[in-house]
């Protein structure tokens, strides 16, 4: 790709730095609304809600990310996603994850945590999309 036509995307969360690279795109879920992030985009500073972060690599591969919180920025073609949790698919225990929906779900509103079911609804889309996607 011609330079300047790729994004320098760095994943990090308050773990540890999950992903770096380039990109084609970038898909992620605010409290506005969806947002796609291309080469170009105006500079942007916006929460992250909990849902998979959408990744196109420069190589066409996609990858997915379950973002639980944060935000991210975007300023001459870097976007940098601060999460406050973020898991890549591969790391995802997919049994344990529908075990935590499933439990979330029994609890109802009477759950201390509101957000445990969307939390376990998004490891699910994430672990059960993953790498590779076409």
């Known amino acids: 790709m011609a330079e300047g036509s790729t994004l320098e995307v760095a994943v990090v969360s308050a773990e540890r730095l999950l992903w770096q690279g380039e990109a084609k795109s970038v898909v992620a879920k605010t409290p506005e609304g969806e947002i796609g992030i291309l080469p170009g985009h105006e500079p942007v500073l916006a929460l992250l809600l909990e849902s998979p972060l959408r990744i196109e ?13 944060g935000f991210f920025s975007v300023d001459s073609n870097k976007v940098n996603v601060i999460a406050e949790v973020a898991e890549l698919a591969e790391d995802i225990d ?4 529908q075990t935590a929906l499933s439990r979330a779900q029994a609890a109802g509103d009477e759950t201390e945590d ?21």
């Not at 889309?125 to 996607?133: D, F, Q």
């Open 57 to 69: 690599e420069s190589d066409g591969n996609k990858m997915m990310v379950a973002v639980h919180g």
């Open 114 to 134: 509101p957000s445990a079911l969307k939390r376990a609804e998004t490891r699910i889309t994430v672990a059960g999309t993953g790498k590779g996607l076409s």
């Open 94 to 97: 997919l049994e344990r994850a």
